[in-house]
């Protein structure tokens, strides 16, 4: 059976002697409870998710590399060992795991279909709050009594093991003294990369036989030998292939998210299409960015760099970084603009900042500039903050007067234009009636004489 549908699996085992209830943030019982947690045995401890807000005795970084077994008496919430996970490490998430499981003595037959362990799994969340994440339980297995084991194996992530040969076919029979064969398989729980994406974990657990009496239980992280590097065999449990890689045709691990290679899949290994300075083209595969003469990048979830150009780079109309004015140091991207308006190469100098900033509205290389005379509505060039607008007064390219650095009044306030609804400097109706005489919102939602 899936450990992923036994949630309540030692509720199931031991008929509410391991309920997986609430428990209080410290880890004990109320004051006046008869059935103190502390009384080992002789109550219904209960673990839960709400055991997350209690503090891990044991933190690891990375994951549990060596083998960690707990004392075999604990209560760091109820009766439940907490321990954390600071940054579980990808090694863990591609083909590996990370298992809770059975840390005491051997169990004997006549214990093993008692023994039970439990674990609660919580991710710690961006709100600063533990959040659940699965549950699982299993119960100890004994080969031949006719009841299906729970226990769910471990993948196959290494070579594979070569059975020996049996002696007594192709060697001397040694004669050994008789021994009781145990045959009692311990419980173990396991969480996969389906469970534990990159991420910083809580783990509460408790290993008990008859769902009373507390032992060790112990916790250990397993690397993948799948998908770990270029050209490895892709996993088939968690993450195919580790970071900037994917699985090929060949069920091989192949490059993947640098410039010149195709695009990673986004899922929990593979955070980004593509890594930084390079982003996702429509032929699916990373493309340099940001320096001069490349694609500007964009700031999107394929990794890309925030900044739309490398160093003092600028991003033209066309989509393009190029390489700014050459110095005296003015004309940069935010800087002062130089004596005579002059700006670096795609840049305008924006007249309500003073500063050298991208164009707002190029309006075409055939527009007339400010001052100069105009045919009509929409033969003026753009600007930065402002749009030069055909005077109706004089047939002259100039700004409107009820421009103003929070808000440009010839956006949708023109005959013709549809009403604007913040149009403060006239209060009009959304139509600017100063700069166009009698203009007005009509009924059609236009601006109209």
């Keep these: 059976m899936s450990l992923s549908a036994r949630v309540s699996g030692l509720v199931l085992v031991v008929a509410g002697a391991l309920s997986f209830g609430a428990c209080s943030a410290g880890g004990v019982g109320s004051a006046d409870d008869e059935h103190s947690p502390e009384a080992v045995g002789s109550t219904e401890e209960a673990i839960g998710f709400s055991c997350g807000s209690a503090d891990a005795s044991k933190t690891v970084k990375g994951g549990f590399a060596t083998r960690y077994v707990s004392e075999s008496t604990y209560s760091d919430c109820y009766k439940g060992k907490v321990v954390e996970i600071d940054n579980y490490d990808r090694k863990y998430i591609v083909g590996g795991y990370t298992k809770v499981s059975w840390g005491d003595e051997p169990l004997s037959n006549e214990d093993c279909t008692s023994a039970t362990v439990g674990a609660y799994l919580l991710r710690y969340a961006d709100d600063g709050t533990w959040q659940p994440v699965i549950s699982k339980g299993a119960t100890g297995d004994l080969p031949g009594d006719d009841i299906a084991s729970d226990i769910e194996r471990a993948p196959v992530n290494g070579p594979l093991v070569v059975v020996p040969k049996d002696p007594g076919l192709f060697g001397p029979i040694s004669k050994t003294p008789f021994k009781p064969v145990v045959k009692c398989t311990p419980p173990v729980v396991y969480f996969y990369a389906n469970d534990m994406p990159l991420g910083h974990y809580k783990i509460v657990a408790s290993a008990r036989t008859a769902g009373k009496v507390l032992h060790s239980v112990a916790f250990q992280s397993v690397a993948g030998a799948c998908g770990q590097s270029v050209g490895a065999a892709c996993c088939t449990i968690g993450d195919e292939c580790s970071y900037q890689a994917q699985c090929d045709g060949s069920n ?188 007005h919102c009509a009924s059609n939602g236009k601006c109209a004489k």
Excluded at 316 to 332: D, I, M, S, T
Excluded at 358 to 375: I, M, V
């Design 252 to 439: 091989k691990c192949a490059p993947c998210g640098t410039a010149g290679k195709a695009c990673c899949p986004v899922d929990n290994s593979n955070q980004y299409a593509c890594d930084a300075n390079s982003l996702c083209n429509a032929n699916n595969t990373c493309q340099a960015c940001g320096g001069v003469n490349q694609p500007c990048c964009d700031d999107s979830l394929t990794g890309a760099s925030a900044s739309k150009c490398q160093g003092n780079g600028i991003c033209n109309k066309r989509n393009f970084c190029v390489a700014p004015a050459p110095p005296p140091h003015c004309g940069f991207k935010g800087e002062d603009c130089c004596s005579g308006a002059t700006c670096g190469v795609g840049l305008t100098c924006d007249p309500w900042r003073a500063t050298c900033e991208l164009p707002f509205n190029s309006g075409g290389a055939s527009c007339f500039a400010e001052g100069q005379g105009c045919t009509g509505q929409g033969s003026c060039c753009g600007s930065i903050a402002k749009d030069l607008t055909c005077s109706p007064l004089n047939s002259t390219c100039m700004s409107n007067p009820n421009d103003s650095p929070s808000h440009r009044a010839t956006n949708c306030d023109e005959p013709d234009e549809t009403c604007c609804t913040d149009l403060p400097q006239t209060n009009l109706g959304g139509c600017d009636a100063v700069f166009y005489k009698t203009l």
